[in-house]
């Protein structure tokens, strides 16, 4: 009796907003398998019914992935293929799939990638920051003290730094970074890539934290917030503001002169007064 061979595990990228950045291969995959591991099955059916796709799915996210993974991996080592996609963009880049993936690889199942639109290189791509190094940063802690605990350990990264962020907390987190990083670090917010109110604006850190925070429109849909690396005319910056704020401190209270310090010089406030 021959042996039955596994099915394909495919990681297939979906649109981030724009229906038509759909490549053909992705839809003809998804077409062609036996079933589509969708995150939010109510989310995907919309744009898998607009492409004439009736591959049945099932639901594979944060809440659910230990227990349907074994289920999955059972149907891949019977012979069906299946496709694994996220919301919006590649699988796994903060969204749900590691677990299968890992779980597929380690039982012999091939996982084959089916590129696409992903938001964190989309926005590289248009930020007009250094792009042969960055490192990918996913969402922050959505506490104040862990958030700003995690910032300050990225503060010397030289690589072009990339988070996604919620709607409800774009705001806070660019206070945060310019407060960390200092107002003179540059920064690009972009939001609602490839969606009707995409905008990217890019701006010395001070300037955008207080911009995004005096207009709701750019605290609402998908946002992804990229900041340049620490450069050498930090290091040069910083140490002016630390020899500016000695010279004050002579005359003023610790919090009075290193807001000075930090104004006249562009260095970070917090580090001037904690340093």
């Known amino acids: 009796m021959s042996q039955i061979q596994p099915g394909l595990l495919w990681v297939v990228a979906t649109p981030i907003g724009h229906r038509d950045d759909f490549s053909a291969r992705a839809i003809e995959t998804l077409r062609k398998v036996a079933v589509i591991a969708a995150e939010d099955t ?5 744009l898998l019914m607009h492409y004439n796709i009736g591959t049945p799915l ?3 996210h944060e809440h659910n992935e230990r227990e349907v993974v074994d289920a999955i991996v059972r149907r891949l080592l019977g012979g069906e ?3 694994l996609i996220s919301d919006a963009g590649t699988p ?4 749900p799939g590691f677990r299968l993936v890992r779980a597929a690889r380690a ?3 091939r996982c084959v990638p089916v590129p696409g639109a992903c938001a964190a290189i989309a926005a590289l791509s248009v930020a007009g920051l250094p792009s042969d190094r960055f490192v990918f940063e996913g969402f922050l802690p959505p506490k104040a003290a862990a958030r700003r605990s995690r910032l300050q350990e990225l503060a010397g990264d030289a690589r072009t730094l990339i988070f996604y962020e919620s709607s ?7 206070a945060d970074m310019r407060d960390v990083f200092g107002e003179a670090r540059e920064g690009v917010l972009a939001r609602e890539l490839t969606k009707l109110f995409e905008t990217v604006i890019g701006e010395p850190l001070g300037e955008l934290a207080t911009r995004v925070a005096n207009d709701p429109d750019q605290q609402r849909g ?3 917030i990229l900041v340049a690396g620490r450069g050498e005319e930090a290091d040069a910056r910083e140490a ?5 704020f000695a010279i004050l401190r002579e005359e003023l209270p610790p919090a009075k002169a290193a807001k000075l310090a930090a104004a006249i010089t562009g260095a970070p406030r917090k580090l001037l007064y904690e340093g």
């Open 42 to 46: 109510r989310h995907s059916r919309p």
């Open 168 to 174: 409800h907390r774009v705001a806070e987190s660019l």
């Open 240 to 244: 002016e503001g630390r020899r500016v």
């Open 81 to 83: 293929s299946v496709a």
């Open 58 to 60: 099932v639901a594979l």
């Open 92 to 95: 796994l880049i903060s969204d």
């Open 222 to 224: 998908e946002c992804v």
């Open 107 to 109: 039982a012999g199942i």
